[in-house]
């Protein structure tokens, strides 16, 4: 079956994400939405994930543990899990990896962390929108020994993306998907860059504001409505996989 995704959003723990970027105004966007399947994808921790997890019991809105990581060659790597157990493992593990360097209130805003009715129970000191001390190969490695997923993301983009500062996607990393960005014209984008049609492409909305997340455009084909179907389609060898993400052309 086919469902609407949007794999790649933020919390208001994510330095410049909007303060309105809390678990119940998250799940209600996305059922306004139409969406299915979401990601709670944070700069370098996943500490938000639960409380979004639990607020959405009540929701058709399946959530995805995740994080979104700048490795130490400057490229963001979407990430996902298959339960909040996993994320957290992931996070402790690049940690120490961070430079210990506090958040910029001023400039980044506050990183907040919430529980699943919105409150703030704490907040995070330190300055996450940093790279972690850990190769692009390294994160990957250690997604897959958890169980999860990993996408290069907007690998459109002139910074932070795998094509940019790599210039190529290597071969050793088995990439599977690429995530473009929310405006990206797919098809242009893939006429300019023909090597990498023989990904599978998936589009997220790598949402900081509320209004960012996506519309009902973006679908994934799996067997059930669950994190393990997901992430089965994601870690799939290149001959099982089948049909990913239908790409609605851009306006």
């Excluded at 690049?94 to 805003?109: D, H, Q, R």
């Excluded at 940019?164 to 599977?176: A, H, K, Q, Y």
């Amino acid at each position: 079956m086919k469902y609407a995704v949007d794999l790649h959003i933020h919390t208001a723990l994510s330095p410049c994400s909007d303060i309105e970027m809390t678990p119940n105004n998250i799940i209600n966007m996305a059922k306004l939405k139409g969406l299915d399947i979401i990601a709670i994808t944070d700069h370098n921790s996943a500490q938000n994930c639960h409380a979004v997890i639990e607020c959405s019991k009540d929701s058709d809105v399946l959530v995805v543990p995740g994080m979104e990581i700048e490795t130490k060659e400057e490229i963001h790597v979407v990430c996902l899990f298959p339960e909040c157990k996993a994320a957290i493992e992931m996070q402790n593990f690049i940690t120490p990896y961070l430079p210990n360097l506090k958040n910029i209130i001023e400039i980044f805003g506050e990183q907040l962390l919430f529980d699943e009715n919105d409150n703030v129970v704490n907040k995070e000191d330190r300055m996450l929108i940093t790279a972690v001390n850990l190769s692009i190969n390294e994160v990957f490695k250690k997604v897959r020994e958890l169980g999860g997923a990993a996408i290069p993301a907007h690998v459109d983009r002139n910074s932070y993306s795998i094509i940019s500062n790599l210039g190529m996607i290597p071969n050793d990393l088995n990439v599977r998907y690429l995530e473009l960005s929310k405006s990206c014209a797919a098809e242009d984008f893939l006429s300019d860059n023909p090597i990498l049609k023989k990904y599978k492409i998936i589009k997220s909305s790598d949402a900081h504001y509320l209004g960012d997340i996506l519309e009902k455009e973006g679908f994934i084909d799996i067997k059930s409505k669950n994190i393990k179907c997901l992430l089965d389609e994601f870690r799939n060898n290149r001959k099982a996989v089948k049909k990913f993400v239908k790409v609605i052309e851009d306006k």
